[in-house]
């Protein structure tokens, strides 16, 4: 089985990325969603990103040092294909 394994700025890109398929629009004005809520309620918008990154567990998606300890926990590595993609073998 391959998956991804990116670093934790890949994956804030990837969650602003989300939160901004919508705009906001005030007065005539446009905004970005992720920086209205980074900058508003940055607590809201760190719990948001960490259940981005775990529902990206669902693509074999793992972000380094948040959820890629899931992965030692069901299995090895046994080739690293390079650009940060793995194959691994499951625990039986």
């Not at 990116?6 to 804030?12: F, K, L, Q, V």
């Not at 940055?42 to 040092?65: C, Q, R, T």
Request: glycine share 4%; charged share 35%; aromatic share 14%.
């Amino acid at each position: 089985m391959d998956y991804l394994l990116i670093e934790e700025y890949e994956a804030r890109k990837m969650y602003d990325e989300f939160l901004d398929e919508s705009i906001v629009e005030i007065n005539g004005l446009t905004f970005d969603p992720s920086r209205i809520v980074s900058t508003l309620d940055p607590i809201s918008y760190k719990i948001g990103f960490f259940k981005y990154a775990e529902s990206l567990m669902k693509k074999n998606i793992y972000v380094v040092d948040i959820t890629d300890d899931e992965i030692e926990d069901t299995g090895e590595i046994v080739e690293d294909r390079g650009d940060n993609i793995f194959t691994f073998k499951p625990n039986k």
